[in-house]
């Protein structure tokens, strides 16, 4: 837990077990929407090992392989140490509500250094100015290691001031450990999955602020120069703004919290 270095984030490293399932749901009409967010905003733990859960409705696409809307929501569910088998018999096996088709379903682990929550982090539903940004990022699988490296050293650290001056809400940063399920219809692949949240009028990308960021934390960085090597690494087959929806995710930094004492 690297929580110390500044108080006003945690920072969760991957020897900290927190695990990630990750859902891409697609709701065919208003009605299934609605069944969709009202099962989210009743939902209760998933087991001693649940630590929170974050559903969120597309809004718009900031980047992508096209214009259209490809699925209508994604849901992070968090959990300490490993997710039960009940609860991927539930949130993977079984059928979503009717009208809602699962197209992917993962496991994700956290990048290190790159996952930063503030320490008063309880949801960006109450900053309405914000959206939640996810990035669906695909690492060639030789570039892996250089991937985790140019996140440790430079990403991660810079992103992590830009949270700590509130410039963003989090930095969450994850990779996939294993694709349980894939709709054959959806063409997409990727292999890590960025969240964060933005200040949604006028967002242009993390160029200006990042930049920044990397000068004081990086001798000799540059959002240029650090990006013309991540350029080289991966592709972001899309990029979406999202409407929070439901946020349940204070657990997961009071245990990160207790975790760093």
């Known amino acids: 837990m690297t929580g110390d270095k500044d108080p006003r984030i945690i920072a969760i490293e991957p020897g900290d077990r927190l695990v990630v399932l990750a859902r891409i749901l697609d709701a065919s009409s208003e009605q299934a929407k609605r069944a969709l967010e009202q099962e989210a905003r009743e939902w209760r733990p998933l087991g001693s090992t649940c630590l929170g859960r974050g559903l969120y409705r597309h809004d718009s696409i900031f980047r992508g392989q096209s214009d259209a809307a490809v699925w209508s929501h994604v849901e992070f569910t968090y959990f300490r140490d490993f997710i039960p088998g009940d609860v991927i018999d539930r949130l993977v096996r079984s059928p979503p509500v009717p009208g809602v088709v699962l197209l992917r379903a ?5 990048t290190p ?3 930063v929550v ?10 309405p100015g914000r959206r939640p940004s996810i990035e669906y990022l695909d690492v ?3 570039r892996l290691a250089d991937y985790r490296d140019m996140m440790r050293r ?3 650290p810079a992103a992590a001031k830009l949270v700590a001056l509130d410039k ?8 996939t450990a294993a694709v349980m399920f894939q709709d054959p219809s959806l063409v997409a692949t990727w292999n890590q999955i960025h969240l ?8 242009r990308g993390f160029g200006e602020e990042l930049d920044a960021a990397l000068r004081e934390t990086v001798p000799g960085g540059s959002f240029a120069n650090v990006f013309a090597g991540l350029n080289d690494m991966r ?13 349940d995710e204070a657990a997961v930094g009071d245990w990160a919290k207790s975790s760093s004492l």
Do not use: D, K, Q
Request: proline share 8%; aromatic share 12%; hydrophobic share 40%.
């Open 196 to 203: 964060s949240e933005v200040v949604a009028e006028g967002f």
């Open 154 to 156: 430079h990403i991660g």
């Open 235 to 247: 592709t972001i087959p899309r990029w979406t703004l999202n409407i929070p929806v439901f946020e």
């Open 106 to 110: 993962e496991i994700l682990l956290t």
């Open 168 to 175: 963003l809400g989090t930095f969450r940063s994850m990779e």
């Open 118 to 127: 503030p320490t008063n982090w309880a949801g960006s539903s109450h900053r």
């Open 140 to 142: 060639h699988p030789s």
């Open 113 to 115: 250094a790159s996952f």
